[in-house]
């Protein structure tokens, strides 16, 4: 049974392009979580996500920022126009109810705005 | 203020020796308590969850949760080089919340 997979693992943007970073939950998790560790500091929720619906996105940038989490394929953290303040590792946690606490992390996308 | 504060370290010290990690908190309201190992480059993998205020063992670590005074903490016993890594305090308010509140993160080397 694979973990969370998460791709790419690195991920070089220029500034004002869009980045999309992919999330596959662990078989037979349909809850998703995203969290932005930005670099010295520790882990800030940014969504919660079940399958096709967002449940609470209280941590997500008001603009440029989406996720969804369709029927069939994996969870999608979309950043619009990036820029240099973006650059993060981004993790993605799925879990098989609606328990935070309960999920497991994927590894991480590294995202660098140049 | 952060709602939870944690020494970033770097934390480093002889294979073998007790160590000793610790969160403070703000919000009174939080019920668990977490602990998570991040080694470099990896994602956070949990080590340890604790209910309100008491100790819970598992193997050489320790969790204990002060309530009172806001202040949790996970001790490490017989350090291994391979405990090397980054350790994130995380709380929430209740059980199975989905929002996890982390602490920045303690980087901690345990030298052969």
């Known amino acids: 049974n694979a973990g969370v997979m998460q791709n790419p693992r690195h991920l070089v943007r220029r500034r004002g392009q869009e980045a999309r970073l992919r999330c596959s939950p662990m078989?037979?998790?349909?809850?998703v979580y995203w969290y932005r560790q930005l670099p010295e500091e520790g882990l800030k929720f940014m969504v919660y996500?079940?399958?096709?619906?967002?449940?609470?996105e209280s941590g997500m940038p008001k603009e440029r920022f989406s996720a969804e989490f369709p029927k069939e394929g994996p969870s999608i953290l979309r950043i619009q126009q990036v820029v240099r303040g973006d650059s993060a590792a981004y993790f993605c946690?799925?879990?098989?109810?609606?328990?935070?606490?309960?999920?497991?992390f994927g590894q991480g996308t590294r995202l660098t705005v140049v | 203020q952060k709602e939870v504060e944690q020494d970033p370290g770097p934390l480093s010290v002889p294979e073998g020796a007790i160590v000793s990690l610790n969160c403070t908190y703000s919000?009174?309201?939080?019920?668990?308590f977490m602990w998570y190992r991040q080694y470099s480059r990896k994602g956070p993998e949990l080590l340890m969850y604790?209910?309100?205020?008491g100790n819970k063992e598992d193997g050489r670590f320790t969790a204990q949760v002060d309530k009172s005074s806001k202040y949790i903490s996970l001790f490490i016993r017989d350090s291994q080089p391979s405990d090397s890594a980054t350790y994130l305090c995380?709380?929430?308010?209740?059980?199975?919340?989905?929002?996890?509140?982390f602490g920045q993160g303690t980087r901690l080397t345990i030298n052969p």
């Open positions: 995380a709380m929430t308010l209740i059980q199975g919340a989905q929002k996890l509140v």
């Open positions: 946690a799925s879990s098989q109810n609606q328990r935070g606490t309960e999920a497991f």
């Open positions: 078989k037979g998790h349909s809850h």
């Open positions: 604790t209910y309100s205020s």
């Open positions: 996500l079940q399958k096709e619906n967002i449940i609470d």
């Open positions: 919000n009174s309201a939080f019920q668990y």
